[in-house]
């Protein structure tokens, strides 16, 4: 449960977010538009694989939710990084927060950000090219739940880590845009090179993929994606580990404006 102090953080960091929408409106738009491109050839890819009635979204909005998701992760970094460009992250620490009232609240906005992300894009994914889930909501709903989480721990863990705004943003970026394609957000994990079907089993959108993948595709049950919920829990708890080891709020950081 958010202190008060935490409370007060994060409405001041919702306020700050929804000031500037063109990220979140970006990380929807554009997989909506490449999906478009994408899902034709999908279609027809998974109907000679025996999904009859497949509309090749089942397969892409997946696959570009979770790439734009990791790519956007730069949201995270630019929120805090511009706390220390404007001055106000000195005020907060001034103030009667703990380091994790300060985490805390400003983490708590961009969950809730990247789920309202998710939830659009899945919803629009339905209206406009099929996309709809043949097997668990409640499967659905967790992974998504959990994803978020993991992508808040590694934003968190890029601004723990970074001194600079541009070194967060590249790395987090660059990071983001490899380990979503390896785990399949573009072509079938399977189909990739052995080397990096390897490496794919140790970054988090390969799990959160063949989850959402199970439910969309496969008829998948809660059961069946039991152990990609847990893989992507470790994740989390490993990402907000090295962003609590590292954190410091007295590091000065250099941002933009």
Known sequence: MLSRRSLVIARSGLKLVLTDPAPMVTTIAMPLLLGAFLIPN???????????????AEYVIPGMAVLFAFFGITMIGTLFFREHA????????????????LLVGKLTPL???????MAVLFGLGYLLFGFRVTGSIMGLALL?????????????????VFS?????????????????????????????????????H????????????KVSLEHGTL??????????????VIFAGVATFRFNASDAKVGNT
């Open 42 to 56: 999908a279609r027809a890819t998974l109907r000679l694989r025996g999904f009859a009635n497949a509309t090749g």
């Open 86 to 101: 404007w001055g106000t992250w000195d005020r907060l620490r001034a103030s009667s927060a703990t380091t994790a009232d």
């Open 164 to 200: 600079t705004m541009d070194q967060a943003l590249t790395v987090g970026s660059l990071l983001g845009m490899v380990m979503s394609g390896l785990g399949g957000a573009l072509a079938p994990s399977n189909t990739l090179p052995e080397w990096s079907q390897a490496i794919a």
């Open 223 to 236: 059961s069946d994606v039991t152990t990609n919920l847990l893989v992507l829990g470790v994740f989390a």
């Open 111 to 117: 969950y809730l950000c990247y789920l309202v992300q």
């Open 144 to 160: 998504v739940l959990v994803l978020v989480l993991v992508l808040v721990a590694f934003g968190a863990m890029l601004v723990a």
């Open 202 to 213: 140790f970054m988090p959108p390969y799990w959160a993929l063949e989850g959402l993948r």
